[in-house]
């Protein structure tokens, strides 16, 4: 077994918590979750979604989203309708006041974003961004490519949702 310092798990999770570190005071000075952060992140650059997209986008299971959704429509923060196509599926778009508040926030994420590109580089975060998006794709790639035991792909699959969730 490689050591614990080399496991690529752990480097992830190591290298969230200190990006989400310098995210933390500000989503907090605004009353708002780091889950919370991500579903307004993803409605704003879109009129509206439907809830099973949004979850797929912001990683979040949906029994967490309904919270969410629950929570930020309580707020005004966001409006939930039915899809008049299909009743079950929900779809939830930013309210003005939603709206206003990613606005004043993007502008401080923003400014974290200066201060982590000061400390790394702009190049070094462009380069990550992309090889993040090769892990990304290439590991979502191996359940579907190289596991073909339908028995053995649903295990993969739950034990990918529960490690999602443990990382919350």
């Known amino acids: 077994m490689r050591a614990l310092q080399d ?91 939603g709206r206003g508040l990613f606005e004043v926030m993007s502008r401080e994420s923003e400014a974290i974003y200066s201060a982590i590109e000061a400390a790394l580089g702009v190049d070094v975060c462009a380069r990550l961004m992309v090889e993040l998006d090769e892990v990304v794709g290439k590991l979502s790639a191996i359940s579907e490519r190289d596991v073909n035991d339908a028995s053995v792909m649903e295990r993969f699959k739950l034990r990918k949702r529960a490690a999602v969730l443990q990382s919350r």
């Open 7 to 97: 496991s690529l798990p752990l480097k992830l999770l190591q290298a969230r918590e200190v990006v989400m570190d310098m995210f933390r005071p500000h989503l907090h000075a605004h009353g708002i979750t780091e889950q919370q952060w991500r579903v307004l992140r993803a409605l704003a650059e879109t009129t509206a979604l439907d809830a099973g997209e949004l979850s797929r986008r912001v990683c979040l299971l949906m029994p967490s989203l309904s919270r969410i959704i629950r929570d930020l429509a309580a707020q005004g923060l966001l409006m939930r309708r039915n899809d008049p196509r299909d009743r079950r599926v929900a779809i939830v778009g930013l309210t003005d006041k």
